[in-house]
């Protein structure tokens, strides 16, 4: 009878007394009487070892009926990319105006798709500038179960719940909105990342360069929000073509959540011609632009701002300041690499 109960451990003698209570052995630590097991192996498991036996059956008779899509079906269930999943993948040329990476992320969606006929997904009522539609594809809808363009509605704490559902059942699905509604999210994107489950979140309207849009909309501490929850995978692409790299990394990711952080403006195509390919992408972070000998200095950019990085390296390296430039689209991703490898992009 003290507030003490609410937090503070009973103590041996309040458990002897709550277990008098409720007519249990009050002298027993962690009793589990012999009929309850006897229980559950006479109703659940032998009932789940008959409905095991009746679904394994069934699936054998439909791959036998169906070979293309029960070989679908049993890569989906074991989280398996099919094979040429990313051929369609295209490079994009080099471009000083460029587009934004929310952009590229729509052609690259759209590029993907026809390879990947479990990836599903949409927005919380926001598809037009999260250009996340997939091009001719229906509407999931109550008469139409093929589509695979979600309509969430303004709900995003519960589309990124459901999200977490569709991702168990071994889709992979992705959901899209405003970078700043991730506060809706958050809760639903850490049990994500608790759950182990490779769920995709395309985030847009990045960061302060927004103009219109007007203070509500200028996500400042987001950023640092996201990267601070354990095992999210928080990927900012720097161009068109690292959109499209961080695209094939965070499908190669099997436990884990990524946010994909795209931008609302325009930001140039990298001259891959001059600079590292963009596959570097693939270890999270690489060297783009490297000076002769040893750097005096490491500029590492991510997102909109690799482009400046490039700029201040130009500057520097007028000035005699021998400057490396480092694209690091995703932390979590560099952290996984050999000591060696992250040693030889950012020395000690």
């Known amino acids: 009878d003290t507030h003490g109960a609410h937090g503070a ?25 012999s009929e309850v097991p006897e229980y559950f192996n006479e109703t659940l498991a032998k009932k789940g070892a008959s409905l095991s036996q009746d679904w394994d059956e069934l699936f054998a008779k439909y791959k036998k009926q169906f070979a293309k899509e029960g070989e679908q079906l049993s890569a989906l269930i074991a989280r398996e ?39 599903v997904g949409g927005s919380a009522d926001l598809a037009p500038s999260t250009m996340t539609l997939l091009d001719g594809q229906s509407d999931f ?56 489950q490779p769920v995709l979140y395309v985030l847009t309207h990045d960061s302060i360069g927004l103009g219109e849009d007007g203070p509500t909309h200028q996500p400042v501490e987001h950023l640092a929000a996201c990267r601070a929850i354990p095992g999210l995978y928080v990927f900012r692409p720097g161009d068109a073509n690292e959109v499209a790299e961080c695209y094939r990394a965070i499908m190669n990711l099997r436990q884990n959540p990524a946010a994909l952080v795209l931008s609302r403006q325009n930001v140039p195509t990298l ?6 390919p963009a596959s570097g992408c ?60 992250r040693e030889s992009v950012i020395p000690s």
Not at 81 to 92: H, V
Not at 152 to 181: C, D, K, Q, W
Not at 271 to 276: F, P, T, V
Not at 297 to 319: D, F, K, N, Y
């Open 9 to 33: 451990p009973l103590g041996a003698d309040e458990i002897k007394l709550t277990k008098e209570a409720y007519g249990w052995p009050a002298d027993e630590s962690f009793l589990v009487p």
């Open 81 to 119: 990319l099919p094979a040429g999943w990313d051929s369609g993948i295209k490079e994009f040329p080099a471009d000083a105006k460029g587009m934004a990476t929310r952009v590229s992320s729509g052609k690259v969606l759209n590029m993907l798709a026809p390879n990947l006929a479990w990836m």
């Open 141 to 196: 809808a109550s008469g139409d179960y093929s589509g695979r363009n979600m309509h969430f509605g303004i709900r995003e704490h519960g589309m990124a719940a459901a999200l977490n559902g569709m991702a168990l059942s071994g889709l992979r699905p992705y959901g899209a909105t405003f970078f700043v509604f991730t506060d809706y999210m958050r809760p639903a994107m850490r049990l994500s990342s608790i759950m182990h």
């Open 271 to 276: 001259d891959r011609g001059k600079l590292s």
């Open 282 to 341: 693939a270890k999270g972070g690489y060297v783009l632009s490297d000076c002769k000998g040893e750097p005096d200095v490491i500029v590492i950019g991510t997102g909109t701002e690799l482009s400046l990085c490039l700029q201040a390296q130009e500057r520097l390296t007028a000035e005699g300041v021998a400057t490396r430039v480092v694209s690091m689209p995703c932390q979590e991703l560099f952290d996984d690499q050999t000591a060696e490898y």
